[in-house]
């Protein structure tokens, strides 16, 4: 099974249009990336990864679209944003133990190292990460 990500190297879309199956990414800079596995997106990655876990139909995670793209233009050099929809992903939701949304995951070197669940302000995430990364 081929794994898509949206990898937000550059910026996290500030308003989406969605439908059941899709997030379009509207007059961004958003890459979307085939991966073998989501083990190998993780692992491969020089920087660490910040996993939003998320579905379309979340209010809460339509809000956090926007932090996060607030945190990728303070933080590109030093972290990796990844959006995961649960919807697509299920099983990667329940390998994680996503039992709220949005949820931020941050793997470092392939492996979790925090977690929160539910709407945090792009300030509250970067000092966050600041203290992790």
Partial sequence: MTFIAAL??????????TD????????????????GSFQELISGSDLPILVDFYASWCGPC???AKNLDQVNQSMKQKVKIVK???????DLASKYQVQALPTLVLFNQGQPVDRVEGLLSAEQIVRRLQNLI
């Fill in 8 to 17: 937000s190297t550059f910026s996290i879309a500030p308003n989406l249009a």
């Fill in 20 to 35: 059941r199956n899709t997030v379009y990414l509207k007059n961004l800079s958003v890459m979307k990336k085939q991966f």
């Fill in 62 to 64: 339509q809000m956090m």
């Fill in 84 to 90: 995961i929809n649960t919807d697509k992903y299920p």
